[in-house]
């Protein structure tokens, strides 16, 4: 057979096998995307209990359909080449050297380039636009929700191993449980005493480090009550997996008669702690070491 | 016969390795059980001590049980009855060295939220002067125990230290929750020799943290 028939699509030509891998991919993804938006969509974590759960799990969602169409490709193809391409000789024969195609490399490059940078834009401008998205963004943020004015400063302060919580705004009083009310803006201020600790606040859709003498600043606006579970993310030491707690999202009635009971309670516990501060040194320096 | 050679010195390291997980799993401190009291109750009676004076770890600050033979045992891992009231007793020979977090000063989760320091009823002690604490955080026990008086002309120096040695008595009681493990441990960074003092006996069971084995 000559090279020309061969090309031209005669008797014994090779099939167009790109158009097929499209078309085979085309149809794929035309099942699976509509079944990952509309029936694993909904069950994609974090969940919808604040605002920024709710964009996370939005993020979430868009990134997920996203890859459908790029893991369908590569299982597409890597089908495709087992079923079509494989060797039925005895004989082990090289394929046809390959020399570059313009037009497949410029496309790959287009695509890719398009689709790295418009995620980038896509997660600065959500990351501008929900404060934050949860995360800790050190001592001066540049993403602040719209009414971060009207927020409530909770610290939250980590030690070896324990969460404790001050509400500034309440005498400064500090306590082991975290409740916070519901549809309000929450500004968490995430520091340590000892080691690195990380705030995983993991229905709220909240996540910062706590670093010895740092102030990290994070926004959630909770949109639901209920419990939820706080963790530590950060590898510190013996008793890391017992630091966590269950905190409470309230009503705005139930929570302030439950910050009113701890003012009350550590009235004269209060007067024992140092001033409210945004970070604290260990002190006395003297301690054991 | 190479293979079997090879096959058999593969099943001698395979051993080794299990026997070698087997000894670290089983080396860790013997669990004491509180000692059943004639109202129901149950007493657990705890020492802590400047530094154990033992092998491995003589210069480390730690807990010590005494096991109802009445013999002090190197150990942090308790036992005792589910929803039960456990009366607590606590021999405090160490010296203050303060508290990271003030907070950690205030009794909590006690009965009626006190503690008695040598026979005196407290709510708190102030936080520098905090040489240990017992604090069970998910059931939210904390009680802060007093540092001896740095002047005391007879300091417990190797333990178990005994009664004629300078110490406070520390009692109080509380609560047991349902059956489950929970992680007790004290607050106070009172590791001497480490980066401020967080690191040795603060991070090893059988010293200044332990288990509390509720069936």
């Known amino acids: 057979m000559s090279e020309a028939a061969a090309v031209s699509g005669g008797p014994g030509a090779e099939p167009r096998h790109g158009v097929r891998i499209a078309t085979i991919w085309a149809v794929a993804t035309a099942i699976v995307l509509p079944l990952v938006i509309w029936v694993v969509g909904p069950h994609i974590p974090p969940g919808a209990m604040s605002q920024q759960t709710r964009d996370q799990h939005q993020v979430d969602v868009v990134l997920t359909a996203l890859a459908t169409p790029i893991v369908l490709l590569i299982w597409v193809y890597f089908g495709y080449a087992v079923r079509v391409f494989r060797n039925h000789g005895t004989a082990v024969v090289d394929g046809p050297p390959i020399t570059g195609n313009r037009r497949i490399e410029a496309t790959w490059l287009i695509a890719t380039s398009a689709l790295v940078l418009g995620l980038a834009v896509f997660g600065t401008a959500d990351l501008l ?7 800790g963004e050190g001592p001066n943020p540049v993403a602040k929700p719209a009414d971060w004015r009207g927020a409530l400063p909770v610290q939250v302060i980590g030690q070896q191993w324990l969460w404790t919580f001050r509400y500034p705004t309440y005498g400064g009083v500090e306590t ?5 009310p519901v549809n309000r803006e929450i500004e968490f201020h995430v520091t340590s005493l000892d080691v690195v600790h990380s705030f995983w606040a993991i229905e709220l859709g909240v996540k910062a480090d706590a670093v010895l003498g740092a102030d990290n600043i994070a926004f959630d606006k909770p949109f639901e009550t209920g419990p939820f579970q706080v963790r530590c993310d950060e590898l510190c030491g013996l008793w890391h997996g017992h630091m966590n707690t269950t905190g409470r999202v309230l009503s705005d009635a139930n929570f302030a008669t439950w910050i009113t009971n701890q003012e009350r309670k550590n009235a004269a516990l209060t007067k024992q702690l140092p001033p409210y501060s945004r970070v604290y040194y260990p002190s006395p320096l003297r301690n054991a070491s | 016969m190479r293979a079997l050679a090879v096959a058999a010195t593969f099943g001698v390291l395979v051993a080794l390795v299990v026997v070698y997980f087997i000894f670290f799993l089983e080396s860790g401190p013997a669990a004491i059980a509180a000692t059943r009291g004639s109202d129901g109750s149950a007493d657990l009676t705890l020492q802590t001590v400047p530094s154990y004076g033992h092998h491995p770890f003589p210069d480390w600050v730690s807990y ?10 190197h150990t942090t891992i308790f036992k005792v009855p589910a ?7 606590i021999y405090q020979y160490d010296g203050d060295s303060g508290l990271r977090n ?13 503690e008695t320091i040598n026979g005196t009823v407290e709510h708190g002690i102030n936080a520098n002067d905090a040489a240990h604490t017992f604090t069970i955080p998910d059931i939210d026990v904390n009680v802060p125990l007093p540092g001896i008086n740095p002047n005391a002309k007879n300091p417990c120096g190797t333990a178990p230290c005994s009664l004629a040695e300078a110490h406070n008595t520390i009692t109080f009681s509380f609560r047991s929750p349902g059956p489950g493990s929970y992680r007790w441990q004290c607050f106070v960074p009172c590791a001497a020799g480490f980066l401020f003092g967080n690191g040795g006996p603060m991070q090893t069971i059988g010293y200044m943290s332990g288990l509390i084995e509720v069936s």
């Not at chain 1, 636009?129 to 995360?135: D, F, I, L, N, S």
């Not at chain 1, 082991?176 to 916070?180: A, F, G, K, N, R």
């Not at chain 2, 010590?64 to 033979?69: E, G, V, Y």
């Not at chain 2, 950690?104 to 006690?110: K, M, N, Q, R």
């Open chain 1, 129 to 135: 636009a929900t404060g934050g998205a949860g995360g």
């Open chain 1, 176 to 180: 082991t449980t975290l409740e916070l």
């Open chain 2, 64 to 73: 010590m049980a005494k096991d109802p033979q009445g013999k002090w045992e």
């Open chain 2, 83 to 89: 929803h039960t009231l456990i009366k607590v007793t």
């Open chain 2, 102 to 114: 003030a907070f950690l000063s205030g009794v909590s989760g006690t009965t009626g939220d006190i």
